[in-house]
């Protein structure tokens, strides 16, 4: 495929000084005179407030509810950083508020919480779930993750999005279908999955629902398999889906004879190409960890097998990154109401963006985040 290279690079003082500014605020609607002060405050907004007592649907109608949600970590993983605590994890809280507005025209909160206890987490999320339309669960440390989505999703009426599970999922499936179609491969194909935390696990539950069978997950111990005693419930879930011959190997084992590498282990440069040289000729390599990739893609040369290289960055061609996705799934969630997100939407969510590529090729199997992918996810028909 050809090592490639680094584009748009910027210094430390760059970004720092664009994230000196305010990403995100509110902006006030209306009240020009004293009349729409009367009316929108007191005494006449208790007159919107007994037509909800009345009728809580209403909420959306005369509330922001309908269109606002909370982006929530408690700063235990934050990007490929670890648990940097509660205030270190607010900028990336922040970006993804202005990502929302910028390509959703979802308003979002950025909530960043001081606990990092499971119970009191859902608590407190629970207890503020009226004022918001949807719950977007950002960078919580698993299986904790996985825990409290699991939780929220089943007794919320609002949807619970976990962007590292569900919007990762999706775009890696949009990536993949788009890569498999280029190279002549169907669902048949070998995939070797590394890391088991909520990116693992979501990528894992929807290929499994899209189709695809001969999968292996590796953790940091090696191949997740039936007889393990070392699993969580959702290990377990999983080895009871996949690895159907039961292998017990390592990571670098497991990448014998594979046709797909996913990373999503949050551990950089962990993959050496000796690796990668033991999958299969014309394979696809997905190291989506950030802001190191399992592997960087100018490792990858012309002598080995990789026809197509993706990575979670947006300094490489190929970017499988979840800002593609969620900014207009979300919005479709709330203009439909939607309470609870299934597999088939997430499948639907992918084939949306692998299809919304105009002559796809090696260089080019996602769109990017600035393509007019949100509003066509916003308009999805179910």
Do not use: W
Not at 8 to 37: D, V
Not at 65 to 88: E, H, M, Q, V
Not at 256 to 261: C, L, M, P
């Amino acid at each position: 495929m050809g090592a490639q290279t680094k584009t748009n690079k910027t210094s430390k003082e760059e970004i720092l000084e664009i994230n000196r500014m305010r990403k995100i605020e509110l902006k006030a609607k209306g009240l020009k005179s004293k009349k729409e002060l009367a009316m929108l405050y007191t005494p006449g907004i208790a007159d919107v407030c007994l037509e909800i007592k009345k009728n809580a649907t209403l909420v959306d109608k005369y509330t922001s509810k309908r269109n606002l949600i909370a982006i929530i970590t408690d700063g235990s993983r934050i990007l490929g950083l670890g648990n940097i605590g509660k205030f270190a994890g607010i900028p990336v809280m922040e970006s993804k508020a202005l990502i929302y507005k910028k390509f959703g025209d979802v308003d979002a909160i950025p909530i960043s919480l001081a606990t990092q206890n499971k119970e009191e987490i859902i608590n407190v999320i629970k207890a503020i779930s009226p004022s918001f339309g949807g719950i977007n669960l950002e960078d919580i440390e698993n299986p904790k993750a996985l825990e409290i989505e699991e939780e929220l999703g089943q007794t919320l009426d609002i949807p619970v999005f976990h962007d590292d599970q569900q919007g990762t999922a999706i775009i890696t499936l949009a990536g993949l279908i788009n890569a498999l179609k280029i190279l002549k491969k169907d669902r048949n194909v070998k995939i070797c999955i590394a890391g088991c935390g909520s990116a693992g696990t979501g990528i894992t539950k929807l290929l499994l629902a899209y189709g695809f069978k001969n999968i292996i997950i590796c953790d940091s111990k090696g191949a997740i398999h039936k007889g393990r005693t070392d699993l969580n419930k959702f290990k377990e879930e999983i080895a009871n889906q996949t690895n159907r011959e039961n292998f017990k190997g390592n990571l670098q084992d497991a990448l014998k004879g594979a046709d797909v590498f996913i990373g999503v282990t949050g551990v950089g440069n962990l993959i050496k190409k000796e690796y990668i040289n033991r999958m299969n000729k014309q394979s696809i390599v997905f190291a989506l960890t950030n802001p190191a990739p399992e592997i960087m893609p100018n490792e990858i040369n012309d002598t080995n097998n990789v026809a197509i290289i993706a990575t979670g960055r947006s300094d490489f061609p190929n970017q499988i990154n979840n800002a593609v996705v969620f900014p207009g799934f979300m919005k479709f969630l709330l203009k439909n109401r939607i309470r609870k997100i299934t597999l088939d939407l997430e499948i639907l969510a992918a084939e949306t963006i692998a299809n919304s590529v105009k002559n796809i090729n090696k260089m080019k199997i996602v769109p990017g985040v600035f393509s007019n992918i949100a509003k066509n996810l916003a308009n999805m028909k179910i």
